[in-house]
């Protein structure tokens, strides 16, 4: 069950090297320009507006943090919430996340559509804002009177002792203690919200990237590259430590609503600095 995705992430892994190689040529930019054009100039001349690219490199690190909930306690949201066995919560979520990658790619081309239309600071602030809303319906309601499935207790006591209790088909308050006060998250408001997450998230990724792209301008982009990628790979590193400590301590609520607060701050911060958010060339 899970060596085959393994193997099947390395032979992915395989090809892309390979298309990499053969399909792909390094090039200056400089070397396509005219040496009398202002872009030629620009590229010695222009100054990176390292506010702005701080910013923007911010904003993606923030969303890839975001990105490790959904990857963190997938599993065991849905088998507290809705009793799944693991079996069936790999396979339910498996359906369930290539969906989402099939929505991720209907993402990329309604950005590649809406860029020739619109400005891309408006469409970052569009895919933040469905980004958070996404998060934000996978925190249960709490006008809600149905709750995760209970365990039985299999002894006479008034002392619940967890060793004696009863777990089939009702895992949540077996292993989380807030299960006896946090409302049932529905199973349509999940796939919807996942929905949202999957979106938005591949939107705001390729936005902010292009933007943080422009914003450098004309000249070679490896370093402030590595340092993009360096932001996310620590936000991979410390995302899912957090969000499992919020979620075994606290349960879904305070997980997704403060990662639904640190997103409103991310989107605030954008609306701060959009009118820094430009390419070089238009500074």
């Not at 306690?73 to 989402?100: D, H, K, Q």
């Not at 410390?238 to 879904?252: D, I, K, L, Q, T």
Request: proline content about 4%.
């Amino acid at each position: 069950m899970y060596t085959t995705a393994a193997f099947l992430v390395t032979l992915l892994g395989i090809v892309t090297l390979v298309l990499f190689l053969l399909m792909f040529k390094s090039y200056r930019i400089a070397d396509t320009l005219d040496e009398d054009t202002e872009d030629y100039q620009s590229i010695d001349d222009g100054k990176v507006d390292k506010v702005a690219a701080s910013v923007a490199a911010l904003a993606f690190s923030l969303a890839v943090f975001s990105m490790t909930y959904d990857e963190t306690i997938l599993l065991p949201l849905t088998m507290a919430m809705y009793a799944w066995s693991r079996n069936e919560a790999v396979l339910y979520n498996g359906i369930l996340l290539t969906g989402g990658a099939c929505v991720a790619v209907l993402s990329f081309l309604a950005v590649k559509y809406l860029s020739k239309r619109c400005d891309e600071r408006k469409i970052l602030l569009g895919s933040l804002a469905i980004l958070i809303t996404g998060y934000t319906l996978q925190i249960p309601m709490p006008f809600t009177s149905s709750y995760p499935p209970a365990p039985q207790v299999a002894v006479n006591s008034t002392d619940i002792d967890f060793n004696t209790l009863d777990c089939e088909g009702a895992r949540c308050g077996c292993y989380f203690d807030w299960c006896t006060y946090t409302p049932q998250l529905f199973l349509s408001q999940y796939i919807v919200a996942v929905t949202c997450v999957s979106f938005g998230f591949a939107a705001t990724i390729l936005t902010v990237t292009t933007i943080y792209s422009k914003i450098l301008g004309p000249k070679p982009q490896g370093l402030f590259m590595g340092l993009l990628t360096a932001g996310g790979s620590f936000s991979r590193m410390v995302g899912p430590v957090f969000v499992g400590f919020m979620f075994a301590e606290y349960g879904p609520v305070w997980s997704f609503l403060s990662i639904s607060i640190v997103l409103l701050l991310n989107l605030v911060m954008i609306i701060v600095m959009y009118r820094r958010l430009v390419p070089m060339c238009q500074r």
